[in-house]
């Protein structure tokens, strides 16, 4: 025997774990929040990059080009990453950033999902 038999139960059993990890429900990528620092599915969070002169924009589809940043889109996160200077480092950019237009699209977007529904009134 030359050591390349890959018909033994071992090999098996080793085949057919690594079966079910491919068929498996399929793991979505994981980033981290640049504000609170937790993983999160990339779907749980918002992606950021600076779309013009040190302007930071939110990347809703996740397509626009460059480095991003990736930030739970709550208020408390965005105050922390602003606090600590996450985005500059995250991003690798050493001019200040205006943030403005993710803190509008989060106030905006904090104020839907706050909103009761039409069907759930009193």
Known sequence: ??????????????HAEASTRHTSSKMEPVRTCVGCRVSDSRSALLRVVVGGPGALVPDLRR????????????GDCFDLAVRRRAF???LRVSVPLDTAAVAEWIATHEQTTNQPSPGNRP
Do not use: I, Q, V
């Open 88 to 90: 500059g480092r995250a």
């Open 63 to 74: 397509c626009l080009p460059g480095r991003g940043a990736w930030l739970h889109p709550t």
């Open 1 to 14: 025997m030359d050591g390349t038999d890959r018909t033994g139960p071992r090999a098996r059993a080793s």
